[in-house]
């Protein structure tokens, strides 16, 4: 007989997605960037000399240029270096959360639905979790009953702002507010989708005062790195300090660091990216409005769709047309509906063309 891994892990689930053979389709099933990284990054990646490859990942002036790249778009306070997490991805991160902080039989509180990687991260863990469902009709955030059970403490409290699949987004004030109230609570924030529409807290946090929040980024959406893999999560030196240790010392490949350093320099790409994903966002709006689709567009760089015909056939008349998205059948309050990321005008224009012949 083979042996036993922990119990949490025999009884879990891996966390899989259909990410195989998406390569000369039109990915509107990731929220990626369907454009790619910035000129610039692809310059700085030819030009690393092939005898790096032989040397571990050097990381030094990386959490700098965060620091650089944040501030330029306002902070509440100064930040330093200490107060920057460098992980492979902000899966990476998230995992590094839960290993240092959610311990067997504690609980985690979060949304529904909400990011798909929360649960299985809570769950090798040993971890309880709460997770509330947004407002229907409108998704809205169940604010009062979340307050309502930070009351019980739980160890970590997981909001996606805006929240991935369903756009909602919660004013940065009221997350300062739960943060305030639950100081044993590790509140974590994912950001990864607030530069396309949403609300970030950096501009008004204060680690200081609550050293308990905790940011996350990621330059897979916005500047197009999500095969190079980086993220960073930003909080108070201790936080970031007791995610680091464990952490793998060379977790972040040298690519990534040379892509990361490179696309932090080149801001203006990725600031008319995204302007160029909310005048796409616009137009299929315009579209879907005019045809009377039944949709839900708010935070992020996706909406959701629901389709006359069932969801599943749509989707594959999508994929025969090389179009793919992302059914969410069977996902709470929003099954029967299709996610659809937004890329630019022109492919946003492709998909609509397909959409209305299909299926
Ligand atoms: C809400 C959210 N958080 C985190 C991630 C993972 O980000 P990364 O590619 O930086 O690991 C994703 C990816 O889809 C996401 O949607």
Redesign the pocket.
């Known amino acids: 007989m083979e042996p036993q891994a922990r119990p949490e892990v025999e009884g879990l689930q891996a966390y899989s997605a259909p990410l195989e053979g998406r390569r000369g389709l039109l990915r509107l099933d ?2 990626e960037n369907t454009v790619g990284p910035s000129p610039q990054v692809v310059e700085a990646i030819r030009a690393i000399p092939p005898d790096q490859y032989a040397v571990y990942p050097e990381y030094d002036g990386l959490r700098e240029a965060v620091v650089a790249n944040l501030a330029a778009s306002g902070l509440g306070q100064p930040l330093t270096p200490e107060q920057i997490g460098l ?8 995992h590094a959360i839960f290993h240092a902080y959610g311990d067997r039989g504690d609980t985690l509180l979060t949304t529904s639905p ?2 798909g ?1 929360y649960t299985p991260c809570a769950q090798m863990q040993g971890m309880a979790i709460e997770a509330i469902p947004y407002r229907l009709p409108d998704f809205g955030f169940p604010l009062e009953e979340l307050r309502a059970a930070l009351q019980g403490c739980p160890r970590i409290l997981l909001i ?1 702002n805006p ?2 699949p369903t756009g909602t987004r919660l004013a940065p004030e009221l997350i300062l507010d739960l943060a305030a109230s639950a100081p044993g609570t590790l509140v974590v924030v ?1 950001e ?2 607030e530069a396309f529409t949403g609300d970030s807290l950096l501009p008004s946090a204060d680690f200081a005062a609550t050293p308990n929040l905790l940011v ?1 980024r ?4 916005t500047a197009g790195l ?1 095969g190079l ?3 960073f999560a930003i909080g108070a030196a201790p936080v970031i300090d007791r995610i680091g240790r464990v952490t793998g010392p060379y977790d972040i490949n040298s690519f990534a660091v040379t892509a990361a350093h490179a696309a932090l320099a080149d801001q203006a790409y990725v600031d008319s990216y995204v302007a160029e994903v909310l005048r796409a966002r616009t137009w299929l709006v315009q579209q879907l409005q005019a045809a009377g689709v039944r949709h839900h567009a708010a935070g992020g760089n996706y909406l959701l769709i629901w389709p006359e015909h069932p969801v599943e056939e749509v989707e594959q008349r999508l994929g025969q047309a090389g179009i793919l998205v992302r059914s969410m059948a069977a996902k709470p309050l929003i099954d029967g509906s299709l996610r659809v990321s937004i890329g630019t005008t022109e492919q946003m224009q492709r998909f609509w063309t397909a959409y209305l012949q299909a299926p």
Not at 87 to 94: C, R, S, Y
Not at 218 to 221: F, I
């Open positions: 990731f929220n992980f492979n991805g902000v899966d990476a991160a998230l909400t990011f990687y996606c929240n991935n994912d990864l989708y996350l990621s330059l897979a959406k999500a893999r980086i993220g």
